[in-house]
């Protein structure tokens, strides 16, 4: 299956009529797997747009306490990559929002890159985002992925230098996600980085959509950070009420009354 381009076709259709997206981000395999597939048809229901699936893993780095206990409980589930890319199938019978797998290099190599790139591909996969794969290191996947019709999403932050960032959009695919805070991911009640100056300085090197991650938790704060981006990625708070309810029966609403929030807020 070549799913490529879906991502950025679905965010340039909003960027086109004047609207922004709406990506949201779940641990796959918290609390289980079938909760999985029920929370992102959920999600997809209430208006995402684009869906990330978290890969649990035993050294999540670049995420702060919420989704790294979400890992936890994924792992001590049972949660294999395998397992994912299952749930993946049943997943897009009736999902039309793309699908992203977000997870570190680790489990990715571990599992094998071109069976991972083939498998996640005909599953419905439409791309990956790898936070701890630097550009250097990055392209075996690449040339995989491009093979597999599946878009590389490339990360940046306010500390990336201008050079460094004119490398990294020349081979970014779907979207440029553009890191909102130094430091891991998690709820913030302000984002006090100069979003404006970051986010033109970004554009100056790409036209692909951008969008904006870490730390965005409300409706409100979607609203306001949606005004230097094409989308808005909205995780810890979602998983934070998966946390709460600690059964999907009682967090499936919750997490789709939080995605019709959001995405009324942003339109």
Known sequence: MNNRSLIEEC?????FAGKKGLITYITAGDPDLSGTVDLALRMDAAGADIIELGVPFSDPLADGSVIQQASGRALAAGTTLAKILEAVIEIKRNCRAPLILMGYYNPFLQYGLERLTAKASSAGIS????????????????RLASKAGLDIVPLVSPVTTDRRIKGIAAKAQGFVYCVSVTGV?????????????FTNRVRHYTSLPLAIGFGIADPDQAARMSRYCDAVVVGSAIVKIIADNGNTRSAGPAVERLTRNLKAALD
Do not use: A, F, Q
């Open 11 to 15: 965010l340039n259709k909003l960027r």
């Open 185 to 197: 991911t998690g709820v913030r009640k302000e984002i006090g980085t100069e979003i404006e100056s």
């Open 127 to 142: 791309g990956l985002i790898v936070p701890d794969l630097p550009l250097e290191e990055s392209v075996p996947l690449m």
